[in-house]
């Protein structure tokens, strides 16, 4: 059935964040300090993260900037388009506010109800269409009249909320599975610690450097001069890449280099890839190299570390993610107000465990049963995804059948 379309504008209002000053910000919580949500406290599958919070004096808050039930919280500027737009609801009002590169779409009580308002912002072709629209040379911004000018279908308040109810179960199924993927990972780093313990406990034992036992190096540098040399284009691992504990390989990029370079840089199987920076809480995040893709290099921001016989890569790479190594990191890194970075040379000192290979050996058959549990489980979340990405395109082209639902 075909409703109503009515521009977002007519039915909800649009808040931009706060730029605070240094003063006013906690990185703990306060007496007289609330919460306060940035762009990255929304996750690139649009649910809440935070691990990455900071606090705000009450004192600086108007009320209008406080998150109410109902809102969507919005990423409006940042430097990766892919980022811009990101969003969830606020389901339940807490007390927190929102800063800079940031925005809220308030819908209006009484047109529309809040949880359909907000399922119309998840479909992907809203994400397609900020892609196409948000301006910038190295910032994209999203502006109000971006998103007042789209158009929402806009049916009688019951069946919006029938609609919503659909989708909500749907989007349940799909939450389930993410949480359970959280918590196979958790799992891991639970296992990891009980098997070899906390090393912050006993880091004198640790007589091994990383430089010691493996090859590390830095990547290639974009931007050199290369007329005169034989060249090859090849794939590259990027910072974006490279995530804590994973690899996203949903955007790869090609890089021409010199050919002489290609086997310098070149990706072999069981290869941890490592970022120099990043946010102080992924600084070192680490992941294994599978030989996914043929003829892949890694840029200078991404460090290669090539284990020798005695270890394996993926009692390294949970190692990376201890308190031990974050740590470390932490106290050698560089540091800016929101960023931190490593150089090669801290790396290769990072103190390393001398566990036996046995040991070492029945942690990777921990993890090999793990990885199964995860496939099954990432097999539930596609089908889940697909079904909810189904219902929602569905629901906003009025061919939902909801004479069942209460």
Same mark, same amino acid.
């Given at each position: 059935?075909?409703?109503?379309?009515?521009?977002?504008?007519?039915?909800?209002?649009?808040?931009?964040?706060?730029?605070?000053?240094?003063?006013?910000?906690?990185?703990?919580? $306060?007496?007289?300090?609330?919460?306060?949500?940035?762009?990255?406290? %929304?996750?690139?599958?649009?649910?809440?993260?935070?691990?990455?919070?900071?606090?705000?004096?009450?004192?600086?808050?108007s009320d209008k900037q406080l998150?109410?039930?109902?809102?969507?919280?919005?990423?409006?500027?940042? =430097?990766?388009?892919?980022?811009?737009?990101?969003?969830?609801?606020?389901?339940?009002?807490?007390?927190?506010?929102?800063?800079?590169?940031?925005? *809220?779409?308030?819908?209006?009580?009484?047109?529309?109800?809040?949880?359909?308002?907000?399922?119309?912002?998840?479909?992907?072709?809203?994400?397609?269409?900020?892609?196409?629209?948000?301006?910038?040379?190295?910032?994209?911004?999203?502006?109000?009249e971006h998103i007042d000018s789209?158009?929402?279908?806009?049916?009688?308040?019951? %069946?919006?909320?029938?609609?919503?109810? *659909?989708?909500?179960?749907?989007?349940?199924? $799909?939450?389930?599975?993410?949480?359970?993927?959280?918590?196979?990972?958790?799992?891991?780093?639970?296992?990891?610690?009980?098997?070899?313990?906390?090393?912050?406990?006993?880091?004198?034992?640790?007589?091994?450097?990383?430089?010691?036992?493996?090859? *590390? $190096?830095?990547?290639?540098?974009?931007?050199?001069?290369?007329?005169?040399?034989?060249?090859?284009?090849?794939?590259?691992?990027?910072?974006?890449?490279?995530?804590? =504990?994973?690899?996203?390989?949903?955007?790869?990029?090609?890089?021409?280099?010199?050919?002489?370079?290609?086997?310098?840089?070149?990706?072999?199987?069981?290869?941890?890839?490592?970022?120099?920076?990043?946010?102080?809480?992924?600084?070192?995040?680490?992941?294994?190299?599978?030989?996914?893709?043929?003829?892949? %290099?890694?840029?200078?921001?991404?460090?290669?570390?090539?284990?020798?016989?005695?270890?394996?890569?993926?009692?390294?790479?949970?190692?990376?993610?201890?308190?031990? *190594?974050?740590?470390?990191?932490l106290k050698c890194a560089k540091?800016?107000?929101?960023?931190?970075? %490593?150089?090669?040379?801290?790396?290769?000192?990072?103190?390393?465990?001398?566990?036996?290979?046995?040991?070492?050996?029945?942690?990777?058959?921990?993890?090999?049963?793990?990885?199964?549990?995860?496939?099954?489980?990432?097999?539930?979340?596609?089908?889940?995804?697909?079904?909810?990405?189904?219902?929602?395109?569905?629901?906003?082209?009025?061919?939902?059948?909801?004479?069942?639902?209460?």
């Open positions: 059935m075909k409703w109503p379309l009515v521009k977002v504008s007519d039915i909800c209002n649009q808040i931009r964040g706060v730029s605070y000053k240094k003063d006013q910000i906690s990185d703990l919580p $306060r007496e007289g300090f609330t919460k306060l949500y940035r762009s990255n406290n %929304i996750s690139s599958d649009g649910s809440l993260n935070e691990n990455k919070l900071v606090f705000v004096s009450e004192s600086c808050i998150l109410q039930q109902g809102d969507v919280f919005m990423t409006a500027s940042t =430097g990766s388009k892919s980022a811009i737009g990101k969003n969830l609801q606020i389901h339940e009002a807490d007390k927190v506010t929102f800063g800079a590169f940031c925005k *809220v779409l308030r819908p209006q009580s009484g047109k529309v109800d809040f949880k359909y308002f907000g399922y119309f912002f998840k479909r992907a072709e809203f994400r397609n269409y900020i892609s196409n629209v948000v301006e910038g040379a190295n910032i994209n911004n999203l502006k109000n789209l158009e929402i279908p806009l049916p009688p308040l019951p %069946i919006q909320k029938k609609i919503a109810a *659909v989708l909500e179960k749907a989007d349940n199924l $799909r939450q389930q599975s993410q949480q359970m993927e959280r918590e196979l990972n958790l799992l891991a780093q639970t296992v990891f610690l009980d098997m070899f313990g906390d090393y912050r406990k006993n880091a004198m034992s640790l007589k091994s450097s990383l430089g010691e036992v493996a090859d *590390v $190096r830095s990547g290639v540098t974009k931007g050199q001069k290369l007329e005169d040399h034989k060249l090859t284009t090849v794939p590259y691992m990027r910072v974006a890449n490279v995530q804590d =504990g994973y690899l996203d390989l949903s955007e790869i990029k090609d890089i021409t280099v010199k050919a002489k370079d290609f086997e310098k840089y070149q990706l072999k199987p069981g290869d941890v890839l490592m970022t120099e920076g990043g946010d102080f809480d992924k600084l070192g995040r680490g992941a294994i190299w599978s030989g996914q893709i043929a003829n892949c %290099i890694h840029q200078n921001h991404v460090f290669r570390v090539r284990l020798c016989d005695r270890y394996v890569p993926e009692f390294f790479a949970y190692y990376l993610q201890t308190p031990f *190594v974050k740590q470390y990191f540091k800016t107000t929101n960023l931190a970075s %490593i150089n090669i040379t801290q790396l290769k000192g990072l103190p390393i465990p001398d566990e036996s290979l046995g040991k070492q050996q029945s942690f990777l058959r921990f993890i090999d049963e793990l990885k199964a549990l995860k496939e099954a489980n990432f097999e539930q979340q596609e089908q889940a995804n697909t079904h909810f990405n189904s219902l929602i395109q569905r629901a906003f082209k009025g061919e939902l059948d909801l004479k069942d639902v209460a």
